[in-house]
């Protein structure tokens, strides 16, 4: 990285840095991470976030057996793994190959297979009504320049009485540096300002995009979308949690949220039954 700053970056050239970025990231990502998220269990698990969360005690999405699910920004799928092991029928959607193919890799080792699609959030390559419920675990709705496009998106693909669970960034934590220690506790950088961070390589073209919403930008675009807000989550850090991940630390996660999981409805018949 030779600059970083606060600067304009349309939905074109969004995708284009972030599918550079996470393709040349997926290795030290997994290095990192995979152990926590359970990528290269056979089943795969459902952490929604840095706090642990898992998929299996708090049941954001309900009863899956038999449910079709699309899975946005699945990264290496271990979400969508685990969810198919729970019965339910899903794609995993994500717009880098380099983090697809760590799912395939996984895949090839054994457990539930999943249907992997490289596309843009953006524009889902789906029909009308094509999945019962969608999910997403800090996959493309941080990292996209038109994050209503995507709530847009998935409302029509899901079905009247469908279900969008998203995990994010807690809005909150623009304000402070990306640090897990002591200079992560000072507001550095307004609420306000939605000019999304930006990181350039040595030739000055965008590297790796990160785009901010106010808490009040992320519930008028799910209105706006035509669903429902059920639920906001704001994660407690758990007691006696050591685990730092980048920013997420002990010392923020006693004061302050970093993760908002965002529960919603598409409107119509109950997600508990089938249409
Ligand atoms: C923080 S990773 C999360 C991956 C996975 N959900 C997990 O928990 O490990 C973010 C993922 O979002 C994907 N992504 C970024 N922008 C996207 C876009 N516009 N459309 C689809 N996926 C995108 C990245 O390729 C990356 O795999």
Redo the contacts with the bound molecule.
């Keep these: 990285m030779s600059a970083e700053g606060h600067r304009r970056l349309d939905s074109r050239d969004s995708?284009s840095a972030?599918r550079r970025w996470?393709d040349a990231d997926a290795d030290a990502?997994h290095d990192e991470?995979a152990e926590f998220?359970g990528v290269d269990t056979p089943g795969g698990e459902f952490v929604w976030c840095p706090e642990g969360l898992h998929e299996g005690d708090v049941h954001l999405l309900g009863d899956v057996a038999g449910r079709r699910v699309l899975e946005?920004?699945?990264?290496?799928a271990?979400?969508a793994r685990w969810l198919a092991g729970q019965g339910a029928s899903v794609v995993g959607?994500?717009?880098?190959m380099g983090?697809l193919s760590r799912g395939v890799a996984a895949m090839r080792r054994g457990g539930p297979r999943v249907p992997l699609v490289q596309?843009?959030?953006?524009v889902l390559p789906f029909r009308e009504a094509a999945f019962d419920l969608a999910c997403?675990?800090?996959?493309?709705v941080p990292?996209?320049a038109d994050s209503a496009a995507v709530m847009a998106e998935v409302a029509r693909v899901l079905r009247p009485g469908g279900r969008w669970v998203f995990a994010v960034n807690h809005p909150m934590r623009w304000i402070f540096l990306d640090d897990p220690g002591e200079r992560g506790l000072v507001a550095t950088l307004s609420y306000f300002d939605r000019s999304p961070y930006v990181e350039y390589d040595d030739d000055g073209v965008p590297s790796y995009v990160e785009h901010h919403r106010t808490l009040g930008d992320r519930v008028r675009e799910i209105v706006s979308a035509g669903l429902v807000l059920v639920d906001v989550i704001e994660p407690q850090w758990p007691e006696g949690f050591e685990r730092e991940w980048g920013q997420w630390s002990p010392l923020r996660g006693e004061l302050f949220p970093g993760t908002a999981i965002f529960v919603c409805e598409k409107p119509g018949v109950s997600a508990g039954h089938h249409p």
């Design positions: 995708a972030s996470w990502y991470h998220l946005i920004g699945c990264g290496s271990p979400c959607l994500d717009l880098s983090m596309a843009n959030a953006e997403s675990a800090f996959g493309a990292f996209v």
